[in-house]
């Protein structure tokens, strides 16, 4: 997954209802954004798996053509990122 920007974090709103938490996840800047939405299943206290849609489209991806994927997606602190860091951004990097 690719980042938008470093310079505005995006935001992340999630919620539970019986035992299942939903995610629905935005960041955006100039034109350019990324959207992650659906189930969230906890992996461990660094990871989690987001199954639903992600929306993203921005001018270093897929040719600034909207690329939309639907499934099973697998995120983590990815690189030099710890795990304080990661709490802070919105839409963490995926493996």
Same mark, same amino acid.
């Not at 189930?39 to 600034?64: Q, S």
């Given at each position: 997954?690719?980042?938008?920007?470093?310079?505005?974090?995006?935001?992340?709103?999630?919620?539970?209802?019986?035992?299942?938490?939903?995610?629905?996840?935005?960041?955006?800047?100039?034109?350019?954004?990324?959207?992650?939405?659906?189930?969230?299943?906890?992996?461990?206290?660094?990871?989690?798996?987001? =199954? /639903? &849609?992600?929306?993203? !489209?921005?001018?270093?991806?897929? *040719?600034?053509?909207? %690329?939309?994927? =639907? /499934? &099973?997606?697998?995120? !983590?602190?990815?690189?030099?990122? *710890?795990?304080?860091? %990661?709490?802070?951004?919105?839409?963490?990097?995926?493996?």
């Amino acid at each position: 997954m690719q980042w938008i920007s470093w310079e505005k974090f995006g935001t992340a709103l999630v919620t539970r209802k019986d035992d299942t938490l939903y995610m629905d996840a935005r960041q955006e800047l100039d034109g350019k954004y990324i959207t992650a939405q659906g189930t969230i299943r906890i992996v461990n206290a660094r990871e989690f798996i987001l =199954k /639903g &849609e992600i929306v993203m !489209k921005a001018d270093h991806f897929n *040719d600034r053509q909207l %690329c939309e994927r =639907k /499934g &099973e997606f697998h995120f !983590k602190p990815w690189g030099h990122a *710890d795990i304080g860091e %990661c709490r802070k951004v919105s839409i963490l990097a995926m493996a």
